[in-house]
């Protein structure tokens, strides 16, 4: 009964492991967690097909000495591997219904099916149990930073940063948003003609520190054209176009999934001067939120530029 029981603890919390695994992969293409959420019991078919098939194994399963095979030690099937990944999914209606059968009758009823004849082999001792532990610690951390409570630890950590800002920097009011500057800030706007469709108007709000150290925030409503790509590819292309219409050279940029909104970070830089900042699009509106210095003042530069970058707020 004891065997039985450490089996199944290190079978669900190897599931878990892949869950989060693809939970993280997918979070990597669609910026918004829920629709991660929403594309995991999908993409853990194919996930696990083809790792039983080619490995005998998942990721999961490897950290916890696990291995699938058919009674006679052989890998399985594709036909086999095909059955687990469509009726084992915890995350389907089918995988349900079949747990809790399971659950309630203390027998699985697909063990007797042809295609379901497979064997689960454990690597006994502790060590395998304890490299299962720390990977699953692992994917529960990276899968936490990917988020809406790794949102929340940012905010939190927004909020540490902003000690760097002392007294003199107050919070001003620009349309829907906030921000904190050291003084008030220049407002100018200008216009980009864009064939086809209006003039892109950007609305720009700045100030220049003794040490020509230069706090912005910019915005402007983009065009629809734009609209019909996916967030992270539009933040993507709008900081290559950026780039290539200032002359800028385009050094970092990574996309932020730890805010509840869509964002780029970035690092730019155009002769003597880096540029550091964060892309924002919310609801059509593009922000962009940067600090200028020179190469000299960069120590002095970035005792401010998180904490002025993380002030932002709609």
């Known amino acids: 009964m004891k065997k039985a029981n450490s089996l199944l603890i290190r079978r669900i919390a190897a599931r878990l492991i ?29 996930f696990e097909i083809i790792f039983t098939k080619l490995f005998a194994t998942t990721p999961g399963k490897a950290c916890f000495g696990l291995r699938v095979t058919t009674p006679s030690g052989e890998k399985l099937s594709w036909a086999q591997s095909a059955m687990r990944g469509l009726l084992k999914n915890d995350l389907l209606p089918v995988g349900i219904i079949r747990a809790l059968i399971l659950l309630i009758r203390k027998k699985d009823f697909l063990a007797t099916t042809p295609f379901e004849q497979t064997v689960t082999q454990v690597k006994k001792g502790r060590r395998s149990f304890l490299i299962g532990a720390a990977a699953l610690t692992l994917s529960i951390g990276g899968a936490t930073y990917m988020s809406p409570i790794g949102t929340a630890i940012q905010e939190q950590g927004a909020f540490i940063h902003n000690v760097g800002l002392d007294s003199s920097w107050k919070s001003v009011d620009i349309d829907e948003f906030t921000i904190k500057f050291p003084k ?6 200008t216009e980009i003609p864009i064939s086809g469709e209006e003039p892109l108007e950007i609305r720009e709000h700045k ?14 409503n983009l065009p629809k054209s734009a609209l019909k790509w996916k967030d992270g590819l539009i933040l993507k292309g709008v900081s290559k176009i950026i780039a290539k219409h200032l002359n800028l ?13 869509p ?19 919310i609801d059509g509106k593009l922000y962009k939120v940067e600090v200028s210095y020179p190469q000299d003042q960069e120590e002095k530069a970035l005792e401010t530029a998180q904490a002025f970058i993380n002030s932002f707020k709609i």
């Not at 008030?184 to 706007?189: G, I, L, R, V």
């Not at 003794?210 to 402007?220: A, K, L, N, P």
């Not at 050279?249 to 909104?261: D, F, M, R, V």
């Open 184 to 189: 008030k800030p220049e407002e100018t706007a």
């Open 263 to 281: 964002a780029l970070d970035f690092v730019m830089q155009k002769g003597s001067r880096l540029i550091k900042g964060r892309l924002i699009l």
């Open 207 to 220: 100030v220049e520190s003794r040490e020509d150290i230069v706090y912005s925030v910019s915005y402007t």
């Open 18 to 46: 892949d869950y989060l695994l693809i939970y993280m992969g997918s979070s990597l293409f669609f910026t918004w967690p829920p629709l991660a959420l929403i594309a995991l019991p999908l993409l853990f078919i194919p």
């Open 249 to 261: 050279s385009l050094l970092e940029k990574q996309l932020n999934y730890s805010l509840p909104h």
